[in-house]
């Protein structure tokens, strides 16, 4: 025992006036009372979300990550203090460098508070589609200090967590799956306007990603410069594909209004030319 005592006794790092004093048994004893601590909150993490929603599990996992790490830094800075070292000695003398560092990474823990408001408040889920910057994509994942998102052309987004508390989100499935999405449709003067409705109506009946209910709707928008406008509104439940959808809608447009006689005008202009000689 003698012989154990002496080898954890044994001095790794001492300063100059002895305030700051680190041996192999204060190694040991951080060692030990860190794995105890690792195994201690693995099964709070387990015994906790055992009976969770995957989305709440995810949720909690995510916010009891950045916990954790709050807990490991006092339980080092106790069991240092407590084996003898002055930990107010080591941060005063590190003060400056603490200083550089906390400027360096103000931006890093700005996304990550906003990571953890993200997922307590919810603003923002896996699978919502959100536009953000004028860029629309699904979120794949939700991180302590950024947020992934896929877009409609398979690009990923990576997007600091701090940006959807500085700059406007439009959250398009946060307060449901399914969205009001249209589509515009100006034709020429003199046009027939409820079958311009009917024709409207049945192709939207006819897509397959549309709903029926709620039904579409056909709205008289203007009477525009050179055409009248109309606005076919509908819903549908998949908003990521909803430019893929209006394509195939307007690709339809375009093909019964042609076998309808009915013409999509374009603006046009009246020039008049005056001669000064005469």
């Given amino acids: 025992m003698k012989a154990i005592s002496e080898f954890l006794s044994q001095i790794i790092y001492e300063n100059s006036n002895a305030t700051i004093k680190i041996t192999i048994g204060t190694l040991v004893l951080l060692v030990f009372v860190l794995i105890v601590t690792h195994l201690v909150l693995k099964a709070i993490r387990v015994f906790t979300t055992r009976k969770l929603q995957e989305e709440d599990k995810y949720r909690f996992k995510a916010v009891f990550s950045f916990l954790k790490y709050l807990i490991f830094c006092v339980v080092i800075v106790v069991v240092l203090d407590s084996s003898g070292v002055h930990?107010?000695?080591?941060?005063?003398?590190?003060?400056?460098?603490?200083?550089?560092?906390?400027?360096?990474?103000?931006?890093?823990f700005q996304d990550i508070i906003s990571g953890i408001f993200i997922l307590v408040d919810r603003t923002v889920a896996i699978n919502d589609v959100i536009?953000?910057?004028?860029?629309?994509?699904?979120?794949?994942?939700?991180?302590?200090?950024?947020?992934?998102?896929?877009t409609n052309d398979d690009k990923i987004l990576v997007i600091p967590n701090h940006k959807f508390l500085t700059e406007i989100l439009y959250n398009w499935t946060q307060n449901n799956v399914v969205t009001r999405e249209f589509v515009e449709i100006g034709v020429a003067y003199g046009t027939d306007v409820d079958l311009v409705k009917a024709l409207l109506l049945g192709?939207?009946?006819?897509?397959?990603?549309?709903?029926?209910?709620?039904?579409?709707?056909?709205?008289?928008?203007?009477?525009?410069?050179?055409?009248?406008?109309?606005?076919?509104h509908f819903y549908i439940k998949d908003s990521f594909n909803v430019p893929l959808i209006k394509s195939d809608l307007r690709y339809r447009i375009d093909k019964t209004f042609s076998e309808n006689n009915i013409k999509i005008p374009f603006p046009q202009r009246d020039v008049y030319l005056y001669n000064q000689n005469q």
């Fill in 131 to 150: 536009e953000i910057d004028k860029k629309v994509g699904k979120v794949t994942e939700i991180n302590l200090r950024t947020t992934k998102a896929i």
């Fill in 203 to 232: 192709i939207a009946i006819q897509e397959e990603a549309i709903l029926n209910n709620p039904e579409p709707i056909v709205l008289f928008e203007d009477f525009g410069d050179s055409a009248l406008k109309f606005k076919l």
């Fill in 87 to 108: 930990v107010t000695a080591i941060l005063a003398a590190s003060t400056a460098l603490f200083v550089g560092i906390g400027l360096g990474m103000q931006k890093l």
